[in-house]
Every structure is written in C-alpha cells, then in structure tokens.
C-alpha cells in the first residue's frame, strides 16, 4: 500500500506530469466545463492508480481554479475540490484496487478457503467495467445539477506550495533501470498472453509502478527525492498497518470471524449479500480508512459468509471494494494532501462529498442488487 501511493505520489510531482496539468487546466471555458473536466481527468488518475489520482486531482482542482481566476470567470472553488477528490471514490474498482489485487497473488491469506480470484474475473469483468463506468455518469450528473446551483465559495487560502520536481536527462541511469523493469514486465505480457490480464496481482503493478516511475524521472537522485516526498504522505499507512494485522488476528482467534459470517447468513440471502457487503464496508471503511487494513480485517468474514451461501467469491471481492470506496467522500482522512493543496476547509468540501456519497451508494445499491440476483 505505501508503495502505491509514494510512487504514484511521486509521478503527479514528476515536472513533465506537473507542467501538462498546468496547461490543460486553461482549457475549461465555463465554471460547468471546469468541474466536469476536473472531475473526469481525476477519475481516469484514480482508476490507474489511486495515489497518482488523489495527488493529480488535487492539483487540477488547485490548477483550474487559479485558471478561471485569470479568465475573471467565476468558479466554485470547493466544488472543483470535491470533482478533485473523485478518483478516491473510483479507485478499487480500477487497476490499484488492494482487495482485487490481493487475491489475485496464488498465495494470498485467504487462498486455502477461495484460492486464487484473478483480474479477469474482477477488475476486467463486463460488470465491473458497467457498473464502475456508471459510476462515473452519476457523478458526473450530480456535478451537473450541484454546478447548477452556482453556490459561491469562500476563495481558498493556498498555503501548500506546489514545487515540481525535475527529471534528469535522456539515457541517464535511472531512464536505463526504469526501462529494464518495463521490457521485464512486458516479456511477463508476452508470456502469459494466453491467460489474458488474469496474471496481475499486487506485487506486478508495484514492479511496474517502479519501473515507470524510475524512467519518467531518469536521474537517481531526481527519483530519490520525490520517493521522499511520497514517503512523507504514506506516514500514516506505516503506523496503521501494524494495528490492523493485530485486528485481524483478534478476530480471528477470538472467533468472531464465525460469530459475524453467520450474522451475515442468517440476516442476508444471495441476493442481499451484495447489498450487505457494501453497507458494511462502507461503514468499517469510516473506522479503518485503508483498503488493503480494511480488507484484512474484513475479508475473512465476507468470504466464509459468501461460501455458506454459494456465492461466487469474486461478486463478493467487487462488493466490498465499491463499498470501501463509496464512503472515501465521507472520510476526511484521504483527503488531507486535497485540502493542504487546495486550500479548501473540510467542511466546504463534505458539502458537496456528502451528495455525491448519496448518489453514488444508491446507485451501487441498485447494481448489486441486480448484480446478486
């Protein structure tokens, strides 16, 4: 997880990634284009990676913004923070998805009940690429009608200060060693072109986001002292992961991983699992604000409550990944480098989160349903 993140951290600083937000941020001519156009370039960021979208939504938002500013248009500031926040609620379902990823590894901790979940019949199933790109439309729909309402503002109070950070030059070492791990995980591609994209699995995606991340920079100590600067960010991931493990191993022995599957069996149908899961990680997600912890936690208990209804363990994996990220627009932990870069207070934000929140869990709520049935 802290790979993730600092790498994807260090990409949106990367001064290439920095100066292309800049300039496409004076694209948007109407306060509406300027959310919408945030909000969807955010969104695809999230679904790459979701720490390269938290950091490069926050500063399209931040970019856009003072863009509008120059053009004496008028713009809702904690609005475009909010359309910047979004790549936080798409994430899971997109190619950093902690859950999805780790049950993809043969030897995950939950391979001896339901094996190994491959990409394919997660991240790349026809449902999840339905309801995810649904997703997408709703908020943009609810952007559509909040812009609408042409709420002002207090002007934000930019107090972070946005230094991009060079890359070396053409063929330096770090350019060589970046395109060493690339042609590595491109031969990997050509090997396993038979089973599809089945073969990813969390360690894959960090080797790539390694290799990528070393060769947009080129010069070591460039590469160094951004993976500095992400580190900075993943703190927090460091000191909550240790409490998680020690979560998990309480439920586990205490037997309360049993005592809540069979909650979950005895208040749920395998039409309702779906509506369960999403409800419940939603919620834990407000108490344990990390997918890969929260999974951890509460992996063992969705999996031992879907096998006791037959249900296909991989419905059950998107469940609870749409759930985890559904309620990131309530949870102001992720959005700290957001607000920092915005300059946007929390509760200006949590205005707007809290409507795309409801749109967005009522819409899931209706899909897995259906999904379910």
């Known amino acids: 997880m802290m790979i993730i993140l600092v790498f994807g951290y260090a990409l949106a600083l990367a001064k290439p990634v920095h100066s292309f937000l800049k300039k496409i941020s004076k694209i948007p001519n109407t306060s509406l284009q300027a959310v919408l ?85 997660t991240l790349f199933s026809l449902e999840n690429l339905l309801i995810t790109g649904g997703l997408v439309v709703v908020f943009l729909l609810i952007l559509l009608r909040l812009n609408s309402k042409n709420q002002t503002a207090e002007k934000p109070k930019y107090s972070h200060p946005l230094r991009p950070i060079p890359v070396g030059g053409f063929l330096s070492k770090g350019m060589i060693v ?112 990390s997918g890969g912890g929260q999974w951890a936690v509460q992996g063992p208990i969705i999996m031992q409550a879907s096998q006791a209804l037959g249900i296909d363990p991989a419905k059950s994996i998107l469940a609870f990944a749409y759930g985890d990220q559904i309620s990131n627009l309530l949870q102001p932990f992720w959005a700290l480098p957001l607000l920092a870069i915005t300059g946007i207070k929390a509760s200006q934000l949590i205005r707007y989160t809290a409507w795309l929140f409801l749109g967005g869990f009522i819409y899931l709520m209706f899909c897995l349903f259906f999904f379910f049935s």
Not at 39 to 49: D, F, K, S, Y
Not at 85 to 108: I, N, Q, R
């Open 178 to 289: 970046g395109l060493l791990f690339l042609l590595v995980f491109i031969s990997l591609i050509w090997s396993e072109s038979g089973s599809g994209l089945g073969f990813l699995n969390l360690n894959l995606v960090n080797f790539l986001l390694f290799g990528f991340t070393l060769f947009v920079y080129r010069d070591l100590n460039r590469f160094s002292e951004a993976v500095g600067e992400g580190i900075k960010s993943a703190t927090d991931i460091f000191i909550q992961f240790p409490f998680y493990a020690g979560i998990l191993g309480m439920v586990t022995q205490s037997g309360m991983i049993d005592l809540l599957a069979s909650l979950f069996v005895d208040n749920a149908n395998s039409d309702l699992l779906g509506v369960f899961t999403l409800f419940s990680a939603a919620f834990v997600n407000l108490l344990i604000p």
């Open 37 to 121: 156009f945030t909000a969807l370039i955010t969104m695809g960021a999230g679904l790459l990676n979701w720490g390269f979208g938290l950091v490069v939504g926050a500063l399209l938002a931040r970019f856009v913004s003072l863009a509008m500013e120059e053009k004496s248009i008028a713009c809702n500031s904690a609005l475009l923070a909010s359309a910047g926040y979004l790549g936080m609620a798409v994430w899971h379902g997109g190619l950093s998805g902690s859950a999805t990823l780790k049950v993809a590894e043969e030897d995950h901790f939950l391979s001896d009940s339901i094996g190994q979940v491959t990409v394919d019949r």
